[in-house]
Nanobody, 127 residues
Framework: QVQLVESGGGSVQSGGSLRLSCVAS????????MGWFRQAPGKEREGVAA???????YYVDSVKDRFTISQDNAKNTLYLQMKSLKPEDTAMYYC?????????????????????WGRGTQVTVSS
């Protein structure tokens, strides 16, 4: 059974930083895309950053040069380093793991199938 557990969210002031982590169990990172999505109240879920199977990273324009996605295959952990946070980054952040039978999602220039989701970690940025 695949489980994804996010952590690292919290409340920060504008300009602050946070690092989100997503620990996966029952899942192998190798050969699958991984991603971070977010959803703010009243808005649709948005793909924020993703890593393709070849290690290429993709970012939505609004977070480029501020967010960095990375993964540690040995620890089965996905990270999202966020800096220069803005109030508009406030949302629930979800980790997503790719699988061939998952639904298609687009994250910037990457289209990939994501089948597994964590429960999310809340990020709140105050001005």
């Amino acid at each position: 059974q695949v489980q994804l557990v996010e952590s690292g969210g919290g409340s920060v002031q504008s300009g602050g930083s946070l690092r989100l982590s997503c620990v996966a169990s029952g899942y192998t990172f190798s050969g699958n895309a991984m991603g971070w999505f977010r959803q703010a109240p009243g808005k649709e879920r948005e793909g924020v950053a993703a890593i393709d199977v070849d290690g290429s990273a993709y970012y939505v324009d609004s977070v480029k040069d501020r967010f960095t996605i990375s993964q540690d295959n040995a620890k089965n952990t996905l990270y999202l380093q966020m800096k220069s946070l803005k109030p508009e980054d406030t949302a629930m952040y979800y980790c997503a793991a790719g699988h061939p039978w998952g639904a298609w999602y687009r994250v910037a220039g990457l289209s990939a199938r994501f089948a597994y989701w964590g429960r999310g970690t809340q990020v709140t940025v105050s001005s």
